[in-house]
């Protein structure tokens, strides 16, 4: 027997979020918190000590 067809607004709550999860994509193993550029204007201390680093040692040399 064929299933009628029913709005999206009248179905059903439970319905609806089987209709969401059939729809809905995963994002395949990536993370997205992963993905963002890194900013090249901000402060990065990191940085500012390895090329300390790399200075102290060079006037050993």
Do not use: C
């Not at 992963?34 to 102290?56: C, I």
């Amino acid at each position: 027997m064929e299933e009628k067809f029913i709005p999206y607004e009248k179905m059903s709550y439970r319905e609806r979020r089987k209709q969401d999860a059939k729809r809905r994509r995963t994002w395949g193993g990536l993370d997205p918190r992963t993905r963002v550029k890194k900013n090249g204007k901000a402060y990065n201390r990191a940085d500012k000590h390895k090329r300390t680093e790399l200075n102290w040692y060079s006037k050993l040399i």
